[in-house]
């Protein structure tokens, strides 16, 4: 009796294993059969090992780890991908000025004057941005898209500029030029016990222009300590395109326009600015009395005129595209300037004036006319003068660097300097808060660590929502990112919700667009949403004429190859 049951459950469990190994190769079939396998495909159709450029972990552990993911992605989809770690100040020379890659994983800061639209429309995808140093770092070349991103700037109706703003998203998301992943949320961290009247606003977090003019000392720490994973790069704006340049620059050198921390445009170093004609064309602006830059030389409307005459001449990456709209300027008198218009520019007040810097013409001019564009674009400016909120002590490269108030500032600060200490790694930072050797971090604090700081009574931690987004960045001038089935497949593969649920804890939101959510009232409620789909992605590829061999290796379709292409170069950076 016992055999004949040993028996039954001998041939049950070959039944069984027989039936699971029917289903396995079913299955092994059935996706075998969905990747639609070509035998014999010539070897120089088969698209080349595409090279990835990420953060290292310690800068930035989400962008490196969704690097990782997605990469994998791409792998699945049956391209080689090699993944490469980059300091951050190399991937943003190689990447950003040089634009020597195939694709790198970015973060667009959401700062106070990206809230118009102005800089993601069109300083970072109008065609006539792409050459080295410039924000169109994709190489972003679309007739149709440059019109619009054209046209959003001569419009000053809100309702009808927004009208064209939403078009630009939907061809965006057509085009697929690069390709959103998440909008992260801002958690940040300063000491509650050192400072208060703290002032953190959408996209700057406790980096906000304001925070630094407003916080205040409960007691003897009377200089903020500011925290950050890495030094900055340069002094120099005029050559920078370093996100964290600007936020220290920025409290040095002054602006006619402030963005305030609700995101409204406020007169700054402009005591008054008038639409002479008001027809959008004509702005005459007015200085505030008795400035001064850090030298002691008076602010006039000749530095003013220089200032904005200077990055035309030099064609200053970051700044090109807010003063080519600029026709001329003319100096009334001491303290007035014309600022004559080509056509009317919507975000003059907003963007332009709002971002450029007045420059000392008696520092900047003497180096102007000895070493021309090269010498003012190379020059170090470690001796550095403005007229803003604070001036320079000392700065000693990746160890810290010093800013003092100054006291006679229109509005002076209430902190008596900032000490900007550059850490290794964001872990750095934050034990350095934790255990009170910096004030505050200047950079997001990993979801991973939010309820241990939570837990330190002398630390506040705050959530802000970002408009900025993290995304990836695939250059167009090279195979196989030239073709959009390329770029639309991949972005598909992108498991943003796995992103935001394993790395970010829940801090973020899906990014379908370069205008978030959070920016509502220039976000596109409408746009398509592209959530993870292999299927779909695989089958925009199929439809484009790509093949795959026996090994699951993608082939470029008939008549398509990048072997005689070094890096797939199909066009150089102009």
Request: glycine share 6%; aromatic share 10%.
């Amino acid at each position: 009796m016992k055999s004949n049951f040993f028996i039954f459950i001998l041939l049950f469990s070959l039944v069984l294993s027989a039936c699971s190994m029917k289903v396995t190769k079913e299955t092994e079939e059935d996706e075998n059969a969905s990747k639609k396998v070509t035998e014999s495909l010539p070897e120089d159709r088969k698209v080349r090992e595409i090279e990835m450029y990420v953060t290292t972990p310690d800068y930035d552990p989400i962008r490196y780890e969704f690097g990782m993911m997605i990469a994998e992605e791409w792998k699945e989809l049956g391209f080689d991908v090699k993944v490469t770690p980059l300091e951050w100040n190399r991937l943003a020379e190689v990447g950003m000025k040089q634009k020597d890659y195939d694709a790198f994983t970015l973060s667009w800061a959401g700062r106070a004057e990206r809230i118009d639209p102005d800089h993601f429309v069109y300083a970072t995808l109008h065609s006539s941005n792409a050459g080295l140093g410039a924000y169109n770092i994709v190489g972003y070349d679309n007739p149709e898209y440059d019109n619009l991103a054209e046209a959003q700037r001569k419009v000053t109706d809100l309702e009808k500029r927004k009208e064209i703003v939403n078009q630009t998203q939907e061809i965006f998301l057509e085009d697929m030029p690069y390709a959103p992943v998440v909008h992260r949320d801002q958690l940040m961290a300063y000491n509650k016990e050192n400072f208060k009247n703290v002032t953190y606003m959408l996209g700057e977090g406790l980096n906000s222009y304001w925070n630094f003019l407003n916080m205040e000392p409960t007691g003897n720490q009377k200089v903020v300590r500011w925290g950050y994973p890495s030094d900055i790069d340069s002094l120099n704006p005029l050559s920078s395109t370093n996100s964290h340049d600007f936020q220290v620059t920025r409290l040095i050198y002054d602006r006619l326009v402030q963005i305030s921390d609700t995101g409204e445009p406020e007169n700054g170093a402009a005591k008054t600015i008038e639409d002479v004609n008001n027809d959008g064309k004509t702005y005459k602006v007015t200085l505030q009395e008795g400035m001064k830059f850090h030298d002691g030389e008076t602010v006039t409307a000749e530095d003013v005129k220089f200032s904005f005459d200077l990055v035309k001449e030099i064609q200053s990456p970051y700044f090109m595209a807010m003063v080519e709209p600029i026709d001329s300027i003319e100096i009334v008198d001491e303290l007035t300037v014309q600022f004559n218009l080509k056509e009317p520019f919507a975000p003059f007040i907003s963007n332009t004036l709002a971002q450029m810097y007045i420059y000392p013409e008696h520092y900047w001019k003497p180096i102007l006319e000895k070493e021309g564009a090269t010498g003012v674009l190379e020059h170090s400016n470690e001796k550095i003068i403005g007229s803003g909120p604070f001036k320079m002590d000392y700065w000693r490269k990746n160890q810290e660097l010093k800013l003092l108030r100054n006291d006679d500032f229109r509005t002076p600060a209430k902190i008596d300097g900032i000490l900007s200490i550059p850490y290794s790694n964001t872990q750095g930072m934050v034990a350095a808060v934790e255990q009170g050797e910096a004030d505050m971090t200047g950079w997001w604090v990993e979801p991973i660590q939010v309820d241990k700081l939570k837990e330190n009574p002398m630390l506040e931690v705050i959530n802000v929502k970002d408009h900025g987004l993290y995304h990836i960045n695939y250059n167009m001038r090279r195979m196989p990112f030239d073709d959009k089935a390329v770029r639309l497949a991949m972005a598909n593969v992108i498991p943003k919700q796995r992103i935001i649920n394993e790395l970010l804890e829940g801090y973020g939101t899906p990014a379908n667009s370069f205008i978030a959510p959070a920016n509502e009232f220039w976000h596109n409620p409408d746009v398509k949403e592209f959530d993870y789909d292999p299927k779909k992605a695989r089958k925009i590829l199929e439809d484009a004429g790509y093949q795959w061999d026996e090994n699951g290796k993608i082939h470029y379709p008939e008549g398509k190859s990048d072997q005689d292409k070094d890096k797939g170069i199909i066009r150089e950076v102009e």
